[in-house]
């Protein structure tokens, strides 16, 4: 069946320094979403990509969709406390009739 | 708008019973989607509901089971719990199917003593 694997699974960095994660599928994708989660609290939708090779910004956040729509990227320029959570990807598969969830990236940031 | 409700917040139940959990979607998402959540195996998917139908479902056992009411309202079953059925469980609703963004409730913690 269908796998999403993300990168790293933990990431600790210090304020101010950027971080990324990945997220790889095993299936081409109809489209990708992106979550966070914060500590305790349940998973917030951050953005949708939906054409290959596509690049969506939110303020200090970049979003990337592969060429082949395979794997996506969540870049952070200069993280802030603000930060920290977990950061899931979900990528849809039209043909499995359903999305999966990667295992995401928690992020940490020490002051 | 009022965003996704699930109830209970918080349950402790005894390894052989049976449980049910409630998710209220958003008013007008037709879309119930079901996860455990567990730390260490992410955002497992359950199940999803469509127009009362299930068009789709996880790798999880018949103890699992759920049903989508006429209004769009969603319940899930466990029976016959398990200690490893200790999680948080949380519903997500959607304006259709495999379509747009998930609205993801605070989730129902349920513990298995």
């Known amino acids: 069946g269908q796998q999403v694997m993300q990168i790293p699974q933990y990431q600790h960095v210090q304020e101010g320094e950027d971080f990324t994660t990945y997220c790889n599928s095993s299936?081409?994708?109809?489209?990708i979403q992106w979550y966070k989660q914060r500590p305790g609290g349940h998973p917030v939708f951050l953005i949708q990509l939906v054409k290959s090779g596509e690049v969506k910004k939110q303020k200090r956040l970049t979003f990337q969709f592969g060429e082949a729509k395979k794997n996506s990227s969540l870049h952070i320029t200069a993280t802030q406390t603000t930060d920290v959570g977990t950061y899931f990807c979900?990528?849809?598969?039209?043909?499995?009739?359903?999305?999966?969830f990667g295992d995401g990236t928690t992020l940490t940031v020490k002051p | 708008k009022a965003g996704v409700t699930q109830t209970p917040r918080y349950l402790i139940k005894t390894r052989g019973q049976q449980v049910t959990l409630s998710c209220s979607p958003i008013s007008g998402h037709r879309s119930v989607s079901w996860y455990q959540q567990t730390p260490g195996q992410g955002l497992q998917f359950l199940f999803e509901?469509?127009?009362?139908?299930?068009?789709n479902k996880g790798n999880f056992p018949g103890r699992f089971s759920g049903r989508q009411f006429s209004n769009s309202r969603s319940e899930m079953n466990v029976s016959t719990l398990e200690l490893g059925d200790s999680a948080l469980y949380l519903c997500a609703s959607s304006p259709g199917h495999l379509n747009t963004e998930a609205f993801f409730g605070q989730g129902t913690r349920l513990t298995v003593v």
């Open positions: 509901y469509f127009s009362e139908t299930q068009r």
């Open positions: 299936t081409t994708l109809s489209n």
């Open positions: 979900a990528g849809l598969n039209t043909n499995a009739g359903k999305s999966t």
